[in-house]
């Protein structure tokens, strides 16, 4: 299996609470595998797959694969305006609407951030801002056991 179909073969297993999934698109498909490929959050030889499985389950439940989504928008001068954007929901000033491979490079920099910042509950900060932040814990560990259970899926 190369990299590529184990990414568009897990995205159909990722869904929200209604059990809505959708098929993720083949250049965010590209760029998760390049991304993780290129700079792996985790270690040895299977550190890449679940990588990959890391960006597939937060680029669902963050973004639905849409990576020119914009959202969390906050209230300014009586203007709406966008704090989160593409399919990481990584913050606006510097997320590019529409490219997926930055999109991707992005969303692992700020997540290797993240656990760094926070070892017991890794995706807590990139989830809320906070290691201290009680649901900011709980999607962290519900979204890496997630990502953990796609990667077992894995077959060379």
């Not at 700079?39 to 680029?59: C, I, R």
């Not at 963050?62 to 990576?67: I, L, P």
Request: aromatic share 10%; proline share 7%.
């Amino acid at each position: 299996m190369t990299g590529l179909e184990f990414v568009l073969s897990i995205a159909t297993l990722v869904h929200d609470a209604k059990g809505f999934t959708k098929p993720m698109p083949m250049p965010l498909a590209q760029a998760i595998v390049d991304a993780a490929v290129a700079s792996p959050l985790f270690e040895g030889p299977l550190g890449p797959v679940q990588t990959m499985a890391v960006e597939v389950v937060f680029a669902f439940r963050e973004g639905s694969y849409d990576v020119n989504i914009s959202g969390d928008h906050r209230l300014i001068a009586g203007v709406s305006i966008p704090r989160a954007c593409g399919t990481f929901e990584t913050f606006c000033s510097f997320t590019p609407l529409g490219d997926a491979r930055r999109q991707a490079v992005i969303f692992l920099r700020e997540m290797r951030r993240s656990f760094i910042a926070c070892p017991e509950f890794p995706a807590a900060f990139y989830a809320g801002g906070s290691c201290d932040n009680v649901q900011a814990k709980r999607i962290s560990s519900a979204r890496l056991e997630l990502a953990r259970e796609l990667a077992a899926t894995w077959v060379p």
